[in-house]
């Protein structure tokens, strides 16, 4: 369901791809968007280690906020399944490996996504983004002033519970980055390169932080009344 990072993107500026990757991102969408009338979309990131339960305190988000969801994880496994895709060999090396997919094609997935589905002023969630600060320097870089960021919610659980959820959740969903091998290797990567983006946002005081370990619905009580305090938002009623 997605395009070609091609077909997303403009001509105006190289960006540093992997070799044999080079594409063009534009600031096409940026500058008609920001002359066209309304409030600028705001965006509240999520973000935890794996198997921390971003996707079902997300899910448990948009069923009771006006929130539009976005998956960076879920885009970019999209794009890499995607026939014909450009991208796809990349995108699964990268996740494989445990690493941190190019910025360049996960921003570029978020922007065409949050155009396809909201309007000016809406409300997005988005999980798993920014996972380092090449992930921070390139949403600043494309989204800039079009988007105004009001902070991260963070999901905090111990390593051990994660791994044991992932580990359940690979006997039910069949993912194939669901695996011990790789779930180790994704546990150092958020160590090493998310840890730090985390830091930043609490030294701008723009870091909320509940604990998630213990059942799904506690923690989302706990993650609403935070949601509701950070945006001012009510939610929805029966």
């Not at 094609?105 to 380092?132: H, Q």
Request: hydrophobic share 35%; charged share 25%.
């Amino acid at each position: 369901p997605y395009r070609r990072l091609s077909q997303l993107t403009g001509s105006s500026a190289v960006t540093n791809f992997p070799p044999g990757y080079q594409n063009q991102i534009s600031n096409r969408w940026i500058s008609a968007a920001a002359e066209a009338p309304g409030a600028r979309p705001r965006v509240l990131f999520v973000l935890g280690g794996p198997g921390s339960g971003k996707g079902t305190q997300c899910k448990k988000i948009v069923e009771n906020f006006p929130f539009i969801h976005l998956s960076a994880g879920e885009l970019l496994r999209a794009e890499r399944d995607r026939e014909g895709s450009q991208f796809g060999a990349l995108i699964n090396q990268y996740i494989t490996e445990g690493k941190i997919v190019p910025v360049e094609i996960t921003v570029a997935l978020l922007k065409a996504e949050m155009e396809r589905t909201g309007r000016s002023g809406d409300w997005f969630l988005i999980d798993g983004f920014p996972r380092s600060h090449e992930n921070l320097r390139g949403w600043t870089s494309v989204i800039g002033d079009w988007a105004d960021v009001v902070g991260v919610l963070l999901l905090e659980c111990r390593e051990e519970e994660m791994e044991k959820r992932i580990l359940k959740r690979a006997e039910t969903e069949g993912r194939n980055d669901d695996n011990l091998s790789t779930i180790k290797k994704r546990f150092h990567t958020y160590e090493a390169d998310t840890m730090p983006v985390i830091n930043h946002y609490r030294e701008e005081q723009k870091l909320f932080s509940i604990q998630a370990e213990g059942d799904a619905e506690a923690v989302y009580r706990n993650v609403a009344d935070l949601v509701g305090r950070i945006t001012d938002l009510e939610q929805r009623t029966a």
